[in-house]
Each structure stands twice: as C-alpha cells, then as structure tokens.
C-alpha cells in the first residue's frame, strides 16, 4: 500500500465509485485499496437528473474548497479526467487547485477519444484544453499510445503511462472443456453505445443467422441505448441468440465473466478499458479492435483477435475463429491470465508511488 506519510498528502478528485457505472469509477474502486489513507471527493454520479448532478458537483466544488482551506497536509491533488463534461468539470477544480491554493496537480486522463474530443471543439474550447493540460505538474495517460499523443500534440512535459488496475481473479474452471462444447458463449459488457461497436456486434449476428445460429450464444451487460438495442434484437430475430442482462455488477458480473468462453468489444474509441481488462483477468481471450491501448494487451492469434473499427468481415471472422476452433480458447485465455498481471494492484502501486514522491 501506499504508506500513510504520503497518501496522506495526497488529495484524489473523480467520479464517485460508490454505485459506479464502470469506467473512471471502477479503477477508482480498485485503487481506493491503495492507500493506507484515501483522501477523496467525487466529482461526479452516474445517476440522477442534469439538475441533480450539477448541484451534486457544486456541493462537491465548495468541499474541495474548504478540505484545501483547512487540510494543510494536502499538498497533491490527484484528479482523474476524460473528455466533455468531465472535462469542464475538472478544468473548474484544476483551476482552484492550481490558481487559488497554488497545490501540485496530477492530470490522470482516462479517456479514449480525447483526440476527437479536441478536434470537434470550438476555438475557445480548444484554448481551454491547452491551458488545463499544461497547467498540471503531471500527466498520466493509460497506454503508450496515448502517452505519446499527449506529448507529441500538446507538447506536454512529464507524461507518464500507468495501466489501468483490475483485481486478479484467476480463470477458475470453465474453460477447461471448451473443444467439446457446440456452443460458444461469448460477451459483451460496456455503454451501449455506436461507438461502443455493440451495434455492428448484432448486425453481424443477423446478416449470418443462418450461419451462426445454434453455435452462438451472446450475453450483453450494460447501460445506454438499451431501447434501441432491444429494437435491433427483436426486430433481426436474435432472441434466441442474444440476451440483454441490463446493467450488471457484483455476483451477478461475476457469473456472466466465469461461465462466458470470449469477451468482445468491438469499439471506434478507447484508453484501455477496464471491462477488457476484467476479462483477462478471468482468463478469457478478447476479440476487439485495434484502437487506443488495445493493441498493447491483445494480440491477434496469441490472446484475441483485432479488426478495424466498423470491420463486419473482420468481426465474422473473429467470431467464426473460436467457434471453429474451440480448443483455442483455452489456449488464449490462459494467455490472457498472464498478460493481466500487468495490472494487478500490486503492479500499479509502485508506479503510482513513485510519481507521487516525485512532486512531494
């Protein structure tokens, strides 16, 4: 753990992970067990109204203000970002951290479509996004991909890459038989969501029905656009096929990750997400995309299989590759276990250490 003479120097800002809906909020989760002191304001809850959540975060804005106003041990802010609101959010508390309490600020960024997240951005936008990046003492971004944008794009100083953190799990038992099973359950867990890659997921079940059929199952875990997922599933005829679980955690998550042969997550944007992750750590392969910081924990042919965005082909392939050939998905899985180790707490925390010794 990190020891209490400097966790307790150290201040964090992010969503709330208390009721989170993945993300931000399931790493912090994890890294809450980090510190022998958690020193922590959510900035943001996944739930409720626009109204609700804006007093939320004013509420949480004013607490920031007086825990740096009568805590004088805190000397390090740890904020952990994305893109849109939660950009605008964290550039309010960055400001006051930085401008008005004169506090080292570490800028974690999670998201995976920060770089379209600038380009769409009007002018001033744009100049905020500068200004809030550069302001910090230090950057962490969550794959070597990413590392690298930050620093060539914006010119940014002191970037450091940490991987993302999940629990170790271990594979258990049920990918022991997998070349005698005829049918293949594979899953999906994330935002429902175009951009998620659900979407073209069930296209490519419907267009291959025939084909697919009787050696498929699909269970989907989420949030989102869950009525027009529902539409698409009963409108192509996938009941039989496809299950929606709804949004899930805790056992219920759990059993879906144990008793599923392949994870898929066939997305346009991501960092390096945690749901992946989570699945590698219960030793199963990954079919995705080769995208964000993908690339640097999936490998085709090793532990997954990667396509491009959008790629139907790609993903029938994919697909068609383990249920032809069952018997690799215990090879690859057992991969995948090794592969997640990487991002163990055990793993992170020093990285995470020493960057905080370094600005105290």
């Not at 869950?226 to 955690?249: H, P, Y």
């Amino acid at each position: 753990m990190i020891p209490k003479s400097i966790a307790r120097q150290v201040l964090l800002v992010g969503p709330d992970y208390r009721g989170h809906r993945g993300g931000i909020g399931a790493l912090l989760d994890v890294h809450k067990d980090l510190y022998e002191e958690f020193n922590f304001i959510p900035s943001h809850r996944p739930y409720g109204s626009s109204i609700t959540k804006l007093l939320f975060f004013l509420w949480q804005y004013c607490r920031l203000f007086w825990v740096l106003l009568t805590n004088r041990r805190i000397k390090l802010v740890h904020i952990h970002s994305s893109k849109d609101g939660s950009f605008y959010r964290k550039f309010l508390i960055g400001c006051m951290v930085k401008l008005v309490f004169r506090k080292k600020t570490i800028n974690h960024i999670h998201s995976g479509n920060y770089k379209r997240f600038y380009d769409n951005s009007n002018p001033v936008s744009k100049k905020m996004i500068r200004f809030f990046l550069q302001m910090n003492d230090v950057t962490i971004a969550v794959s070597e991909s990413w590392k690298n944008y930050f620093e060539t794009f914006f010119r940014l100083k002191n970037v450091y890459k940490i991987n993302n953190t999940v629990v170790a799990h271990g594979a258990g038992d049920m990918n022991t038989n997998n070349s005698k099973k005829d049918l293949i359950c594979f899953l999906y867990l994330g935002l429902i969501h175009p951009n998620k890659g659900i979407f073209d997921l069930l296209k490519v079940l419907g267009d291959h029905k025939p084909e697919l059929a009787s050696r498929i199952k699909l269970y989907i875990g989420g949030n989102g656009q869950t009525a027009q997922l529902s539409e698409i599933i009963e409108r192509a005829g996938l009941g039989d096929m496809v299950e929606f679980k709804g949004w899930v955690t805790g056992p219920e998550k759990e059993k879906l990750l144990e008793s599923s042969d392949v994870f898929v997550l066939p997305s346009y944007y991501e960092g390096s997400p945690v749901a992946l992750l989570e699945a590698m750590s219960y030793g199963k392969p990954v079919i995705s995309t080769i995208v964000g910081g993908i690339p640097e924990v999936v490998q085709s042919g090793f532990n997954g299989w990667l396509s491009c965005p959008g790629d139907h082909t790609g993903l029938l392939n994919a697909l068609l590759y383990y249920v032809n050939d069952p018997e690799n998905i215990k090879m690859h899985g057992a991969r995948s276990l090794q592969m997640a180790s990487d991002y163990y707490p055990q793993a992170i925390e020093p990285r995470l250490e020493s960057v905080y010794s370094s600005l105290l």
